[in-house]
C-alpha cells in the first residue's frame, strides 16, 4: 500500500516525505515516534501563552534562495534579525565578537588602533575564525586573540562540549568568527525570520497531502524490520525506499557501541514582567552553569505586557537514557570512524537512505537539511 516510508518527522523527513508524495506521485508512510511533527524545530504555547521552542531557540536563516522559496510554500515570515550578547563581567558585548565589542573591551582609542590593524590584516567586514586569529604572531593581535578567546569562547565551550576550543571540529567555533564589521547581527543570510505561525503550522501545511500517512506516537521499530539486507513493514517484506532520520546507531541496536553526543537540559521560566532581557539570546561566556538564556517574545513578536518566557540551556554528556535527545554529534575521528562503521551496515540495504542531522552525524542548520532533503527526494523520483 506504500511505496515509500520516512522515519522523522523534522525538517529532513518532512521535505522528504512533501517532495515523494507530490512531485514522486507515491504513497509515503511517515512515522514519528514523538507525539508531534517538527522534530527540534517544534514550536508550542506555554501554559502562560508564549510561543516556545521546546527543543532550544530554532531561528531560520539561508543565502540558499531555493530553500526559502520552498519553505515559503508553507509559511510566510516574521522578520526578525537574530542579535546576540555575550555577558562579559557586567557588560553586554555583541556575538559574534565585532568592531563593537572591540570598543566596549579595550575602550575606543586602543580599539581604533586594534581595528585598523586588523581590517589591514584581513581586511574590512572580513570573518575570521578565533583560530585562525589565534595564529597572528602580531603581540597586539595576539593579545586580542587571547581576550576574545578568554572572553567569548573558552568557557562557553568548555559548557557546551565538556572541552576545550581546540579540541572540538574546527568548524564549530568557526561558525560564530571574530567579524570585522559593525554588522551586529548573528546571522549575515539575506534571508532570516521565523515562521509567521509558528514552525508547526509549518509542518502541518507541509505534511498535508492526500499521499501523505502520518503516524505520531510510532517508533520505527514497532513497524519496520531490518534484517538480512531486506525490509519488512508490519511483518510483509517491504521493497520501497526507506528513508531513515533517526541516529543510526539505535537503527543497529547500538551493536558497535554507542554513538558520543551532546545533551541538553532545557530549564524554561516563566516571569511576571514584559521583557527579561534586551536581547534574543544572552550567551553566559565567562560565568554561570547554563550556556544561554533566550527570551522567546523576541522570536514570536507576541504582545504580553505582563509575562515573558525564557529559557536556560545547560548541555552535558548524552547517555542513551530515553528520556534525553542526542543533540549534537561529537564530530572527531574516532566518532566519524565509528559512524562510518554503522553507514557501512546501512550500506547493506539498498533501499535504504540516511538523512539528517542523526542519520548523518553530522551539525546541520535547518536550511542545509532542507537542501538535502530536496537532493535526496531528486534523486529518488529520477
Ligand atoms: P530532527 O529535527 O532531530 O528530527 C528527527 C526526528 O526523527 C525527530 O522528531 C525524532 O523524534 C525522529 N526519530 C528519531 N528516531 C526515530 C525512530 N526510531 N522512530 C521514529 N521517529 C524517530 N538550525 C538552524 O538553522 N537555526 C537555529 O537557530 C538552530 N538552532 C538549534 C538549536 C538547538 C538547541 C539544536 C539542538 C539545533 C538547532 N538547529 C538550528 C539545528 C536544527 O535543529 C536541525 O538542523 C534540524 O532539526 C535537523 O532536522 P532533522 O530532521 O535532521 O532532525
Ligand atoms: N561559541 C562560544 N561562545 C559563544 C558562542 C559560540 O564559544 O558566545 C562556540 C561554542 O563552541 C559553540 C560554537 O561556537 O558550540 C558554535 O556556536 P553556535 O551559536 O553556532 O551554536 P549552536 O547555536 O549550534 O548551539
Same mark, same amino acid.
Given at each position: 500500500?506504500?511505496?515509500?516510508?520516512?522515519?522523522?518527522?523534522?525538517?529532513?523527513?518532512?521535505?522528504?516525505?512533501?517532495?515523494?508524495?507530490?512531485?514522486?506521485?507515491?504513497?509515503?508512510?511517515?512515522?514519528? &515516534? &514523538?507525539?508531534?511533527?517538527?522534530?527540534?524545530?517544534?514550536?508550542?504555547?506555554?501554559?502562560?501563552?508564549?510561543? @516556545?521552542?521546546?527543543?532550544?531557540?530554532?531561528?531560520?536563516?539561508?543565502?540558499?534562495?531555493?530553500?526559502?522559496?520552498?519553505?515559503?510554500?508553507?509559511?510566510?515570515?516574521?522578520?526578525? #534579525?537574530?542579535?546576540?550578547?555575550?555577558? =562579559?563581567?557586567? !557588560?553586554?558585548? /555583541?556575538?559574534?565578537?565585532?568592531?563593537?565589542?572591540?570598543?566596549?573591551?579595550?575602550?575606543?582609542?586602543?580599539?581604533?588602533?586594534?581595528?585598523?590593524?586588523?581590517?589591514?590584516?584581513?581586511?574590512?567586514?572580513?570573518?575570521?575564525?578565533?583560530?585562525?586569529?589565534?595564529?597572528?604572531?602580531? %603581540?597586539?593581535?595576539?593579545?586580542?586573540?587571547?581576550?576574545?578567546?578568554?572572553?567569548?569562547?573558552?568557557?562557553?565551550?568548555?559548557?557546551?562540549?565538556?572541552?576545550?576550543?581546540?579540541?572540538?571540529?574546527?568548524?564549530?567555533?568557526?561558525? =560564530? %568568527?571574530?567579524?570585522?564589521?559593525?554588522?551586529?547581527?548573528?546571522?549575515?543570510?539575506?534571508?532570516?525570520?521565523? /515562521?509567521?505561525?509558528?514552525?508547526?503550522?509549518?509542518?502541518?501545511?507541509?505534511?498535508?497531502?492526500?499521499?501523505?500517512?502520518?503516524?505520531?506516537? =510510532?517508533?520505527?521499530?514497532?513497524?519496520?524490520?531490518?534484517?538480512?539486507?531486506?525490509?519488512?513493514?508490519?511483518?510483509?517484506?517491504?521493497?520501497?525506499? =526507506?528513508?531513515?532520520?533517526?541516529?543510526?546507531?539505535?537503527?543497529?541496536?547500538?551493536?558497535?557501541?554507542?554513538?558520543?553526543?551532546?545533551?541538553?537540559?532545557? #530549564?524554561?521560566?516563566?516571569? /511576571?514582567?514584559?521583557?527579561?532581557?534586551?536581547?534574543?539570546?544572552?550567551?553566559?561566556?565567562?560565568?554561570?552553569?547554563?550556556?544561554?538564556?533566550?527570551?522567546?517574545?523576541?522570536?514570536?513578536?507576541?504582545?504580553?505586557?505582563?509575562?515573558?518566557?525564557?529559557?536556560?540551556?545547560?548541555?552535558?554528556?548524552?547517555?542513551?537514557?530515553?528520556?534525553?535527545?542526542?543533540?549534537?554529534?561529537?564530530?572527531?575521528?574516532?566518532?566519524?570512524?565509528?559512524?562510518?562503521?554503522?553507514?557501512?551496515?546501512?550500506?547493506?540495504? %539498498?533501499?535504504? !537512505?540516511?538523512?539528517?542531522?542523526?542519520?548523518?552525524? #553530522?551539525?546541520?542548520?535547518?536550511?542545509?537539511?532542507?537542501?538535502?532533503?530536496?537532493?535526496?527526494?531528486?534523486?529518488? @523520483?529520477?
Amino acid at each position: 500500500m506504500f511505496d515509500c516510508i520516512v522515519i522523522g518527522a523534522g525538517f529532513a523527513g518532512a521535505v522528504t516525505a512533501r517532495e515523494l508524495a507530490e512531485r514522486g506521485n507515491q504513497k509515503v508512510l511517515l512515522v514519528e &515516534r &514523538r507525539t508531534h511533527l517538527g522534530g527540534n524545530a517544534y514550536d508550542c504555547l506555554d501554559q502562560a501563552g508564549v510561543l @516556545i521552542h521546546q527543543y532550544g531557540p530554532h531561528i531560520f536563516h539561508t543565502s540558499n534562495r531555493q530553500v526559502f522559496e520552498y519553505l515559503s510554500r508553507f509559511t510566510s515570515w516574521r522578520d526578525y #534579525q537574530h542579535r546576540v550578547v555575550a555577558s =562579559v563581567q557586567g !557588560r553586554l558585548m /555583541p556575538v559574534p565578537f565585532n568592531l563593537t565589542s572591540l570598543e566596549l573591551a579595550f575602550g575606543s582609542e586602543a580599539a581604533a588602533r586594534l581595528s585598523k590593524k586588523c581590517i589591514e590584516t584581513y581586511g574590512a567586514e572580513k570573518k575570521v575564525t578565533i583560530l585562525e586569529l589565534r595564529q597572528s604572531t602580531d %603581540p597586539e593581535l595576539s593579545a586580542l586573540a587571547d581576550y576574545v578567546y578568554e572572553h567569548i569562547f573558552e568557557y562557553y565551550t568548555m559548557k557546551q562540549w565538556g572541552t576545550t576550543p581546540e579540541e572540538i571540529d574546527p568548524n564549530t567555533t568557526a561558525r =560564530v %568568527p571574530v567579524f570585522l564589521s559593525r554588522d551586529d547581527r548573528y546571522f549575515q543570510d539575506p534571508w532570516q525570520g521565523i /515562521p509567521a505561525d509558528g514552525y508547526t503550522a509549518l509542518f502541518e501545511r507541509m505534511l498535508d497531502h492526500p499521499n501523505i500517512e502520518v503516524r505520531l506516537g =510510532v517508533p520505527a521499530e514497532t513497524v519496520l524490520t531490518l534484517r538480512d539486507g531486506a525490509a519488512e513493514l508490519e511483518g510483509a517484506a517491504f521493497t520501497g525506499a =526507506v528513508i531513515y532520520t533517526g541516529a543510526v546507531d539505535e537503527l543497529f541496536g547500538c551493536r558497535f557501541g554507542r554513538l558520543p553526543y551532546r545533551t541538553l537540559d532545557f #530549564q524554561f521560566e516563566t516571569l /511576571p514582567v514584559e521583557w527579561f532581557q534586551t536581547h534574543g539570546t544572552v550567551n553566559y561566556t565567562v560565568d554561570e552553569a547554563y550556556t544561554r538564556i533566550t527570551e522567546f517574545k523576541y522570536f514570536s513578536g507576541q504582545t504580553l505586557p505582563d509575562r515573558t518566557t525564557i529559557v536556560k540551556e545547560y548541555s552535558r554528556a548524552y547517555t542513551g537514557s530515553t528520556d534525553e535527545t542526542p543533540y549534537y554529534a561529537i564530530i572527531n575521528g574516532a566518532n566519524n570512524a565509528l559512524y562510518e562503521q554503522y553507514r557501512a551496515l546501512a550500506g547493506a540495504y %539498498p533501499r535504504l !537512505r540516511l538523512l539528517g542531522r542523526l542519520a548523518e552525524y #553530522q551539525y546541520y542548520n535547518m536550511d542545509a537539511i532542507v537542501a538535502r532533503a530536496l537532493t535526496l527526494a531528486d534523486s529518488l @523520483i529520477k
